[in-house]
C-alpha cells in the first residue's frame, strides 16, 4: 500500500507517498481500506519529531479515519467486510489501509458521506471525554472555547449549543468569529482586540463560566483562572503556546476550581473504547438529527499531506483539513 512516510524529523518537505507494506490485523482488529483521514495539531509535532506514536502504533501519522471494513479478526463480532465506518487512531491514517481496534470503530453516522466522517471520531472523541465526561459540562452552564474556529473548536461549540450550554468563544479573526457564531456560539471574543477575561466577565455578570477548553496552555493559565466561575473547571488539552507557568495557588483556593489535563493517543484500549463508546451514544445521535456537522476546511489528495501541514501551522483554515486516498 501507499502511505505518508515521515523520512526525517523536520518541516512539511519531509512528508513522502512511499510504497510499504500492507498492516496486519490482530484477532481483536479490523482492517480499513481508506477512504479519508483528518489533520490534528499533534501530526504535526509527529513530523517534528516532538510526539513518537506509543509503543506498538502505526510510525506512520494519522490519529483518525474514514474508510471501509476490508478484513476483521477473530474475536471481532459487531463489524464485517463491507461496512463503512470511521475510527479513532494511534496513528497510521495517513495510508491506503490501517489497522484498528474494534472498539475504536465507529459506524458512519447517517446523512454524513464516507469522506467526511473522517472529521468527525478525534473531535469528538476529545470534547465528549475531557468536557463532558470529565469536567461535567451540563445544561445551563456557560463554557469558553478558545480557538473557536479549529477542528475541536467548530466541534465543542455545536455539541455544547445541542447540550443547552451557553457558549463563548475566541478566535483571531473576524471572519473566524462569523463562523463560530453561525455555528452557535453566543459570544464571540477576537483576542487580538479584546481582552478575552474582562469580556467574559462582562458578560456573565462578574461570575466568569463554568468551564473552559484549552490548547493554549502557560500565558492563557491564569488569565484562564481568572475567567472561571465557583466551581469552574478549566481543562488543558495542549500548550501551543507554551508550557512553563506562574501561577496564583490563592486564585485557584478561592473559587474551589478544578485544572485538568488529558491527550486520547496514549490511554489504554479499553479506555478508548468506554469514550468511543460514549460518544456513539450521545454524539452520534446529534449528528444524525443534523445538529452537529462536520466543519471541512478544505480536501487534498494523500500525496499532497506536506501542503496541509503548512495550512494546518499557517492557522488559516477553520475546521478541519481531510487528506483522501
Not at 506512520?60 to 470511521?86: F, H, M
Not at 472529521?119 to 451540563?138: D, G, K
Not at 496552555?217 to 503556546?241: C, T
Request: a neutral charge; aromatic letters at 6%; glycine letters at 10%.
Amino acid at each position: 500500500m501507499k502511505a505518508v512516510v515521515i523520512t526525517t524529523p523536520g518541516g512539511p518537505e519531509v512528508l513522502q507517498l512511499q510504497e510499504v507494506e500492507d498492516p496486519h490485523i490482530n484477532e481483536d482488529e479490523v482492517l480499513i481500506k481508506v477512504e479519508a483521514t483528518a489533520l490534528n495539531r499533534a501530526d504535526t509535532l509527529q513530523r517534528q519529531g516532538m510526539y513518537p506514536p506509543p509503543k506498538g502504533a502505526s510510525p506512520y501519522p494519522g490519529l483518525e479515519c474514514s474508510g471501509t471494513i476490508e478484513a476483521v479478526g477473530k474475536n471481532v463480532s459487531r463489524w464485517k467486510i463491507g461496512d463503512q465506518v470511521c475510527a479513532l487512531l494511534s496513528g497510521g491514517g495517513y495510508a491506503e489501509k490501517v489497522a484498528v481496534p474494534a472498539g475504536q470503530v465507529l459506524p458512519v453516522p447517517q446523512g454524513v458521506s464516507l469522506k467526511d466522517a473522517a472529521a468527525l471520531p478525534e473531535v469528538s472523541c476529545t470534547v465528549w471525554s475531557t468536557v463532558f465526561m470529565m469536567s461535567r459540562l451540563s445544561a445551563g452552564e456557560t463554557f469558553l472555547v478558545h480557538g473557536g474556529s479549529s477542528g475541536i473548536g467548530t466541534f465543542a461549540i455545536q455539541i455544547a449549543k445541542h447540550q443547552g450550554v451557553k457558549v463563548f468563544v475566541t478566535a483571531g479573526s473576524e471572519e473566524k468569529l462569523a463562523v463560530c457564531k453561525d455555528l452557535g456560539a453566543d459570544v464571540c471574543i477576537n483576542y487580538k482586540t479584546e481582552d478575552f477575561v474582562a469580556r467574559v466577565k462582562e458578560e456573565t455578570g462578574g461570575k466568569g463560566v463554568d468551564v473552559i477548553l484549552d490548547s493554549v496552555g502557560a500565558p492563557y493559565f491564569q488569565k484562564n483562572v481568572d475567567s472561571l466561575n465557583i466551581d469552574g473547571r478549566l481543562f488543558l488539552l495542549g500548550f501551543m503556546g507554551g508550557a512553563v507557568t506562574q501561577v496564583n495557588l490563592a486564585s485557584l483556593f478561592a473559587k474551589r476550581i478544578t485544572v485538568q489535563a488529558a491527550g486520547l493517543r496514549t490511554r489504554t484500549l479499553e479506555n478508548k473504547a468506554e469514550i468511543v463508546s460514549e460518544v456513539e451514544k450521545n454524539v452520534w445521535p446529534a449528528i444524525v438529527a443534523g445538529k452537529v456537522k462536520p466543519v471541512v476546511y478544505k480536501y487534498l489528495p494523500l500525496s499532497e499531506a506536506a501542503e496541509g501541514h503548512r495550512l494546518m501551522e499557517s492557522s488559516h483554515h477553520i475546521g478541519k483539513i481531510l487528506l483522501v486516498a
